[in-house]
């Protein structure tokens, strides 16, 4: 059953910027667009495992930091090589200067 966790606050995220959130075992990542919005992805790039926090985040995309892949952090679609697996996503919502997500 999914269940909404929070990550962190709205503030400890810059616009165009990414952070790790560790859980349960697991590693997601979560966003900050230029338009204000939240987004969350799992954490580790889908082609060899590298935490994408460490990545560079333009726009609406992620570039991982090891072989240069991009994924659009909105949809978790695979935009370039040698990326070919998309990220899984989860929904994000805001209440109280907090972030939370659904996993």
Same mark, same amino acid.
């Given at each position: 059953?999914?269940?909404?966790?929070?990550? @962190?606050?709205? &503030? #400890?995220?810059e616009? $165009? $910027?990414?952070?790790?959130? #560790? /859980? &349960?075992?697991?590693?997601?990542?979560?966003?900050?667009?230029?338009?204000?919005? =939240?987004?969350?992805? #799992?954490?580790? @790039? *889908? /082609? $060899?495992?590298? /935490?994408?926090?460490?990545?560079?985040?333009? !726009?609406?995309?992620? !570039?991982?930091?090891?072989h +240069?892949?991009?994924?659009? =952090?909105?949809?978790? $679609?695979?935009?370039?090589?040698?990326? @070919?697996? +998309?990220?899984? *996503?989860?929904p994000?919502? *805001? !209440?109280?200067?907090?972030?939370?997500?659904?996993?």
């Amino acid at each position: 059953m999914a269940k909404w966790v929070a990550a @962190c606050a709205t &503030d #400890d995220i810059e616009v $165009e $910027e990414v952070i790790r959130f #560790d /859980h &349960d075992g697991r590693t997601f990542a979560i966003y900050r667009s230029p338009e204000d919005e =939240y987004f969350c992805t #799992d954490g580790l @790039c *889908t /082609h $060899e495992k590298v /935490h994408l926090a460490d990545g560079l985040v333009m !726009e609406h995309s992620i !570039e991982c930091p090891k072989h +240069n892949g991009v994924f659009d =952090y909105r949809t978790g $679609e695979a935009m370039r090589a040698p990326v @070919c697996v +998309n990220l899984k *996503t989860y929904p994000v919502k *805001t !209440e109280n200067s907090r972030v939370f997500i659904q996993i």
